[in-house]
C-alpha cells in the first residue's frame, strides 16, 4: 500500500507553525506496513484542494489530510469533500450531542450554532469519532483510493489516527510487513562511517536498503526491511547488526530511535546509582535542556549553571580570575575550572562544562570563532578536550552537545 499526506492550512506555507502532523502519521503508517508516497502541503483554497486531491485520485490506496475542520468560515474541507464527491452535508446526531456535551461541561457554556455545526458531515462519509475535541474525522473512497480527513489540532489528530483509523487499516487491509532498525553512532563523521563500512553495505541483500541520518558529531545509520516474510526481515536484520557491531562497535552507542545517547546515558547512570550535573558557557543549557529530556532523569541529574558570562563563572562556580586572565575564558584551565566547581556546587559524581566561542563575534575570549574547550569531571579526576567547530554559530553549539555526551559516555564506561 502506498499513502500521501496533505496538509491543509496557509499558517504552514508561511512558516507561522510547523507541521509536526505529516511526521506523526508517516510513522504510524510506516508502522502497519504502508509506504508514504508524498507529503504535500497546501493552501486553505478550494480550487487548489481539488486539484490535489485529483492529482493522486488512484495513484496512491490512501490520502490523509489534516486541517480545514474547525468551525470558522477559513475551515474548508468539509465543503471540498461534499464538491469532490458530489455529496451534501449533514447533521451527525452522535457527534452533535457529543459537541454540546463538551462545550457545555468543560467550558461551562451553552453550545453555539457554529459550535453544532461540527456536526457536519458528507452524507456518504463514515465518521471517525474524535471523543476529545469537536471535529470529527472523515473516511471516504473514490474509485481505488480512500480519503480519510483529520482535524489539524495534533492532540485530535492523534487521538482519530490511533484509535480509528489504524486498526481499521490493519482489519481491512493486507499489507507487507516494514521494519526499522536505526543504529546511533556518535565521533565519526558521515564520509568516515560509510568508508569503513563500505563492502558491508555493499554485501546488504536486495530488500534490504540503508539510509545515512547525519548531524553534527552523529550519524544515525537506518536499515529498512521489507517483505511479506516478517521472520525472515527480522533474522536477516539480527544479523547484519551483529556484523555491523564487528566493524564499528567502537562508535556504536545505541539502537532504534529512543536509544540516542542522553538515553545511554540516563541508563548507565541509573544502573550505576551516579549523579551529574552540568556548567554551560556557549551551550547556554542546551546540555541540560537534552539530558532532562529523557523521562527518569531526576534519578541521575542534579542541576545546571548556565554561566554565559565572565563574572558568573567567578562568582558562581569559583572560577579563578587569574586563571582566565593568563588563559583567556575559552580555555582548557577555565573549562577545568568550571567542571569542578560545579560538580562540588551539586555533589555529583560526573560533571560537564563548556567554554567556547559559538561566534558570531569573538565575546570576551581572545581564541578564534568555533573553538571549544569542554571538561569532564569523574571520580577519579578531570578530563579536558579542545576543539574548533568551525560556524556557523548553530553548527557549533549542537556539535558540542553531542560531544560532551560522547567523552562523558567514554569516562563512564571506564569505571563500569
Known amino acids: 500500500m502506498k499513502a500521501t499526506i496533505v496538509t491543509i492550512g496557509d499558517e504552514i506555507l508561511i512558516g507561522q507553525i510547523v507541521d509536526t502532523n505529516s511526521g506523526f502519521i508517516a510513522k504510524s503508517l510506516d508502522k502497519i506496513g504502508i509506504q508514504v508516497a508524498e507529503i504535500i502541503s497546501i493552501s486553505d483554497n478550494q480550487q487548489h484542494i481539488l486539484e490535489t486531491f485529483a492529482s493522486v485520485q488512484n495513484k496512491v490506496d490512501l490520502v490523509v489530510i489534516t486541517g480545514g475542520l474547525g468551525p470558522t468560515k477559513d475551515d474548508i474541507t468539509k465543503k471540498t469533500f461534499c464538491e469532490y464527491f458530489n455529496d451534501k452535508l449533514v447533521v451527525n446526531k452522535e457527534v452533535e450531542a457529543h459537541v454540546i456535551e463538551l462545550i457545555e461541561s468543560v467550558m461551562k457554556r451553552p453550545a453555539s450554532q457554529m459550535n453544532k455545526d461540527q456536526a457536519l458531515v458528507p452524507s456518504k462519509s463514515e465518521v471517525l469519532f474524535n471523543k476529545v475535541g469537536t471535529a470529527p474525522g472523515m473516511w ?7 480519503y ?11 487521538y482519530i489516527l490511533e484509535n480509528e483509523i489504524i486498526p481499521k487499516l490493519i482489519k481491512e487491509y493486507k499489507r507487507p510487513y516494514i521494519l526499522h532498525k536505526t543504529i546511533m553512532t556518535y565521533g565519526q563523521g558521515e564520509s568516515l562511517v560509510a568508508e569503513r563500512i563500505e563492502d558491508w553495505e555493499n554485501n546488504l541483500p536486495e530488500f534490504l536498503k540503508l539510509a545515512y541520518l547525519p548531524a553534527p558529531g552523529r550519524v544515525r545509520l537506518r536499515l529498512t526491511a521489507r517483505g511479506t516474510q516478517k521472520d525472515v526481515l527480522e533474522n536477516t536484520i539480527e544479523e547484519k547488526v551483529k556484523s555491523l557491531t564487528k566493524i564499528i562497535g567502537d562508535i556504536i552507542v545505541g539502537f532504534e530511535e529512543d536509544e540516542t545517547i542522553e538515553v545511554v546515558l540516563g541508563k548507565q547512570l541509573t544502573k550505576c546509582g551516579k549523579t551529574i550535573s552540568t556548567a554551560e558557557s556557549c551551550t547556554g543549557g542546551k546540555i541540560a535542556q537534552t539530558l532532562t529530556s529523557v523521562a527518569g532523569a531526576s534519578n541521575y541529574f542534579r542541576g545546571s549553571v548556565v554561566s554565559y558570562a565572565t563574572d558568573t563563572k567567578v562568582t558562581v562556580l569559583g572560577v579563578s580570575q587569574q586563571t582566565i586572565d593568563e588563559n583567556s575564558v ?11 566547581g560545579i560538580q562540588k556546587l551539586m555533589k555529583t559524581d560526573y560533571a560537564i562544562a563548556t567554554t567556547g566561542n559559538a561566534g558570531p563575534s569573538k565575546g570576551d575570549a581572545d581564541t578564534d570563532v568555533g ?4 571538561a569532564i569531571a569523574t571520580p577519579n579526576g578531570i578530563v579536558v578536550e579542545e576543539f574548533n567547530f568551525g560556524q556557523p554559530r548553530e553548527k557549533v553549539i549542537d556539535r ?6 560522547e567523552l562523558l559516555q567514554k569516562e563512564i564506561f571506564k569505571n563500569v
Open 140 to 146: 471516504m473512497k473514490k474509485e481505488n483510493t480512500v
Open 148 to 158: 480519510i480527513s483529520l482535524p489539524g489540532v495534533p492532540y485530535e489528530m492523534k
Open 330 to 340: 575559552v580555555s582548557s584551565q577555565v573549562a577545568i575550572e568550571m567542571a569542578i
Open 371 to 374: 573553538t571549544v574547550c569542554i
Open 400 to 405: 558540542t552537545v553531542n560531544k560532551a555526551f
